[in-house]
């Protein structure tokens, strides 16, 4: 790890992502061991002892909705809330890797991270991951960049995968199912809107054991899994 290239990242992140819950912490421990955890809500403290393997599955799995510089030979992330990519910076960083944020536009509330990180690949194949404890990390990176679940924790829960490469949306099904997660059938909206954009929806009877073993590293999206676990 380059200490300089992790000082430069880590100057930028905004705020610590709030504490996973204790029933979470005991949960993950059964299903992947001790040695292996990497809590969802405390990314920060755990990013130190966490594997690398485990840190590139869930960039893997962010890429999915990021795009590739052939001239440049980079890979650039885009998002409107700046503190996810900040979050990608310091993965980036503890890998040793170099990236930088920037705005898209003058005017647009939309950031991009691009990082020269030469293990990133848009065409990584997750099924190799499926049954296995990265494939968490690479299906919590995916729904960070193309998941979704309500904003307002009173409102009725859903939890939800969305994307228009179908091919890995079957992918992130398969993992979840090797971690006995239910989902529903791949289906389209609406063909009229768009024939090819897909979506597939969590079973509600594998609500919590999503929440506990994926969760997100997603600024927003972690105060929303918070909140429900807290509910």
Not at 75 to 92: D, K, M, P
Not at 157 to 163: A, E, G, N, P, S
Not at 185 to 192: D, E, F, G, V
Not at 204 to 210: C, K, L, T, V
């Amino acid at each position: 790890m380059n200490p300089t290239v992790l000082q430069e990242s880590t100057t930028q992140v905004i705020g610590d992502p709030t504490d996973v819950t204790n029933r979470s912490v005991r949960r993950i421990s059964r299903e992947v061991g001790d040695e292996d955890l990497l809590t969802p809500q405390r990314l920060h403290a755990e990013l130190l002892v966490t594997g690398s393997q485990r840190l590139e599955a869930y960039l893997q799995g962010a890429l999915r909705d990021a795009t590739r510089s052939d001239v440049h030979k980079t890979h650039r992330y885009g998002q409107s809330v700046r503190a996810w990519l900040e979050t990608l910076q310091v993965i980036l960083g503890v890998l040793g890797y170099r990236s930088w944020i920037y705005r898209e536009g003058r005017e647009r509330n939309f950031w991009i991270l691009e990082t020269t990180a030469k293990f990133l690949s848009i065409e990584f194949d997750g099924e190799k991951l499926v049954g296995r404890s990265e494939g968490l990390d690479f299906v919590r990176g995916y729904f960070d960049a193309d998941g979704g679940m309500p904003r307002d924790p009173r409102s009725r829960l859903y939890i939800q995968y969305c994307q228009k490469d179908r091919k890995s949306l079957e992918t992130v099904k398969n993992i979840l199912t090797s971690w006995d997660i239910e989902s529903g059938r791949i289906h389209n909206p609406s063909a009229r809107v768009d024939p090819d954009y897909w979506r597939f929806f969590i079973r509600a009877n594998s609500w919590d054991r999503f929440l506990d073993l994926v969760g997100s590293w997603h600024p927003t999206k972690a105060d929303q899994v918070n909140a429900r676990t807290k509910i």
